[in-house]
């Protein structure tokens, strides 16, 4: 019916960009930093944010040609439906909103928790008071997040300036204060390229990995972007390409001016970085600014998330009542609402470094490595035409994302690897359910 509410296109170019970035750097480069060095025990611990941004860019491509293509509500449920077809497309994108309703408010909660342990610089709390600020945090993002499409572009981007301000103030530290320039020329000092090496890269890389995740946001607000065919592909690329400038930078300012020791065994290693350079006024000032971030994260990954149980319920594929959109905002409140009540929980409940394990087991499969063998599905099924942007070398990208990921999945052990493929058999186990009550395929014709 024409009057019922529909999803509008109001998110620009700079909106889409600042959403992505201020997902990106969330919590994660600041409380991972020292993990990665202390994983890698060496000056060479820069390469682990080297591979994030390789594979971030790599994987990039397969979002920008499906994305383009299929700029709508939900993001890789669509590109998982279309790329492996009418039969198993249901099964695939089914398992991705199965996923997502548990990995989602995971990625919330790890935010949220990072943002608890950060705020201990400032003042040194229990176990209880940093459940509890974790947890308010989560339920301020939702109020937050409760109102109309172009109001929240304009939030990101105000809360985008903030994470810029706060990474150029890190950097420039290192640039006007210490020796910039150290960390790159030792970088190789020891260096020994072998198979300890290279677990050892992988171990540090699900990690950095995390601290690039969002860059594919703007897909899951498909339907909400201007001119989608240039506009989702550019907002992700500039993203990746901003983020991984920050991230290094960043890491080559700190390592100028801390010893190497003194990093791996910080649990705020920017701050305290940024005490040796200024004193403790400075240090609690970036704190909070490093807070500031940790905000911005959790409010544009709820933003992005909340679209995809919307898109599976429109779709008739999930739940109906996720297909709701409040009636005068023109947003997905239930979706909202469900999943910031989960991620609440979580970020009661669980501990940052197990969260960020078992978000890249969790969908690595489905969602990373699922997606380009659909893609290659997809082309070899419509051919290259069909698409509205096209990667360059094509199937090359696709390849080298597929094997990159699944060498990470692995780097994540043994017991999230068997989580992630237990969530994946009980979806499966729920999808023939939900497909026979229905009579839908594969009990049906």
């Known amino acids: 019916m024409n009057g019922e509410p529909k999803l509008e296109r109001k998110i620009s170019l700079l909106q889409a960009t600042a959403i992505n970035m201020t997902d990106m750097v969330g919590i994660g480069p600041f409380v991972v930093l020292s993990v990665v060095a202390q994983t890698l025990n060496g000056p060479w611990f820069l390469y682990a944010w080297i591979a994030g941004a390789v594979l971030s860019f790599i994987d990039a491509m397969i979002w920008s040609q499906l994305g383009a293509t299929y700029p709508l509500a939900g993001g890789s449920y669509n590109f998982l439906k279309e790329g492996f077809g009418p039969k198993w497309g249901k099964l695939m994108s089914f398992l991705f909103v199965w996923q997502t309703m548990i990995q989602a408010p995971l990625v919330i909660a790890s935010a949220a928790i990072g943002f608890a342990h950060y705020f201990g610089f400032l003042l040194p709390l229990s176990n209880w008071e940093s459940k509890a600020i974790s947890g308010a945090l989560v339920i301020l993002i939702v109020l ?104 290094l930078m960043m890491n080559i300012s700190v390592a100028s001016v801390l010893p190497m020791d003194h990093i791996q065994n910080s649990n705020f290693v920017v701050s305290e970085f940024v005490q040796t350079l200024s004193g403790p006024i400075a240090a609690n000032i970036v704190t909070l600014l490093i807070l500031w971030v940790a905000f911005a994260s959790v409010f544009s990954a709820t933003l992005g998330y909340s679209r995809i149980p919307y898109a599976a319920s429109a779709d008739g594929a999930f739940f109906k009542v996720f297909a709701k959109l409040h009636p005068t905002k023109h947003f997905p409140h239930i979706s909202l609402l469900v999943l910031g009540s989960l991620a609440f929980v979580f970020s009661l409940m ?52 597929i094997a990159i990921w699944g060498y990470i999945f692995f780097s994540t052990g043994e017991k999230m690897m068997m989580g992630g493929i237990t969530v994946i058999v009980l979806g499966v186990i729920a999808y023939l359910i939900k497909s026979r009550r229905n009579k839908e395929w594969p009990f049906t014709n």
């Open 144 to 247: 937050l997040l409760y109102r109309k499409i172009e109001a929240i572009g304009k939030i990101s981007v105000f809360l985008w300036m903030g994470v810029l301000l706060t990474m150029t103030w890190i950097i420039g530290g290192g640039i006007f204060h210490g020796n910039f320039l150290h960390p790159i020329q030792h970088i190789n000092d020891g260096l020994q390229l072998n198979g300890a090496f290279v677990a050892a890269l992988g171990f540090a890389s699900v990690k950095s990995v995390y601290s690039y995740l969002g860059y594919y946001n703007v897909c899951h607000l498909g339907g909400e972007i201007i001119n989608p065919k240039k506009n989702i592909p550019r907002s992700m690329f500039i993203s990746i390409a901003g983020i991984a400038a920050l991230y």
């Open 350 to 401: 669980l501990k940052l470094e197990d969260v960020i394990k078992a978000i890249l087991a969790m969908r690595i499969l489905i969602q990373f490595i699922g997606q380009g063998i659909g893609l290659l599905l997809l082309v070899k099924r419509k051919g290259k035409a069909h698409f509205a942007w096209h990667m360059p070398a094509y199937p090359l990208p696709v390849y080298l994302a």
